[in-house]
């Protein structure tokens, strides 16, 4: 069975940092992207970063230059390393994680984990 299982979510103070973890477990036949995405209270769930299999990475602009997205392949995990952060990042965070054999296409989700940053 598939699964997701994130942590390192909280609550923070502005200008601190927090990591995020995702470990993947399961059978996947060919994962290509590994993302991030949030929701904040009343706004649409929105992509914060993704890695590619190769190594690419893309961040929505309102983190670039804060966040880094990260993966450790031995430990088959994707990590989002959060700096800087601000009150508006305050959302539940979304491990996703984009699988596909061969011209299907296959989603999966963690749990979700609330980050707080608030003084």
């Known amino acids: 069975q598939v699964q997701l299982v994130e942590s390192g979510g909280g609550l923070v103070q502005p200008g601190g940092s927090l990591r995020l973890s995702c470990q993947a477990s399961g059978s996947f036949f060919n994962i290509h992207i590994m993302a991030w995405y949030r929701q904040a209270p009343g706004k649409q769930r929105e992509l914060v970063a993704a890695?590619?299999?190769?190594?690419?990475?893309n961040y929505v602009d309102s983190v670039k230059g804060r966040f880094t997205i990260s993966r450790d392949n031995a430990k088959n995990t994707v990590y989002l390393q959060m700096n800087s952060l601000k009150p508006e990042d305050t959302a539940v965070y979304y491990c996703?994680?984009?699988?596909?054999?061969?011209?299907?296409?296959?989603?999966?989700w963690g749990q979700g984990t609330q980050v707080t940053v608030s003084s």
């Open positions: 996703n994680v984009k699988d596909s054999f061969p011209y299907d296409r296959y989603d999966y």
């Open positions: 890695i590619s299999n190769g190594g690419t990475t």
